[in-house]
T-cell receptor, first 116, second 113 residues
């Protein structure tokens, strides 16, 4: 059973460019969350997708956008890249948004983005 | 909003030493608490969790107890191994749907032979 997969593994971009990162959730999962982890910091929540809609968003500008496809995979898009966007981007998947119970989030290995 | 504070690292211990990594949190309601581990070059793995007060999470010799009265969730292990060298993150989720995970800044543990 494949876990959460992300592509690409590494990416180098220049300031002002746009980037798209991809995530395939763990088999059977329908919810995808994205996190940004700067060097030496804990991951910061960007947003979460369920049923192809953004359900919750962290404190990130509109330059960060996403999409979820009918097969539950997801993309993270970042426009007008800044040097400060250099980070490890983590995707996590889980099963449903079941009321007050917690559904464990499984993390992918991440995409390392470097902005020059 | 929710927040997690954990002790700064790096923490360097000799093999078989006792480990404690402190973690305190701020949250409304009844959060669930977690410890994640990140080995070099790898993604985050859930190490253990506790979903209500006084619960003890345990895995691979690590333990943490959900203390609501002190808003703490300290990670402990009686005898660390070199293979435990990693970064450890304390985290929480709030109650209700649309769960997101709020992480601490991480504590790097280095275990030397």
């Amino acid at each position: 059973d494949a876990g959460v997969t992300q592509s690409p593994t590494h990416l180098i971009k220049t300031r002002g460019q746009q980037v798209t990162l991809r995530c395939s959730p763990k088999s059977g999962h329908d919810t995808v969350s994205w996190y940004q982890q700067a060097l030496g910091q804990g991951p910061q929540f960007i947003f979460q997708y369920y049923e192809e809609e953004e359900r919750q968003r962290g404190n990130f500008p509109d330059r960060f956008s996403g999409h979820q496809f009918p097969n539950y995979s997801s993309e993270l898009n970042v426009n007008a890249l800044l040097l400060g966007d250099s980070a490890l981007y983590l995707c996590a998947s889980s099963l449903g948004l079941a009321g007050s119970s917690y559904n464990e989030q499984f993390f992918g290995p991440g995409t390392r983005l470097t902005v020059l | 909003g929710n927040s997690v504070t954990q002790m700064e690292g790096p923490v360097t211990l000799s093999e078989e030493a006792f480990l404690t990594i402190n973690c305190t949190y701020t949250a409304t309601g009844y959060p669930s608490l977690f410890w994640y581990v990140q080995y070099p070059g790898e993604g985050l793995q859930l190490l253990l969790k506790a979903t209500k007060a006084d619960d003890k999470g345990s895995n691979k010799g690590f333990e943490a107890t959900y203390r609501k009265e002190t808003t703490s969730f300290h990670l402990e292990k009686g005898s660390v191994q070199v293979s435990d060298s990693a970064v450890y993150f304390c985290a929480l989720t709030g109650s209700g749907g649309y769960q997101k995970v709020t992480f601490g800044t991480g504590t790097k543990l280095q275990v030397i032979p």
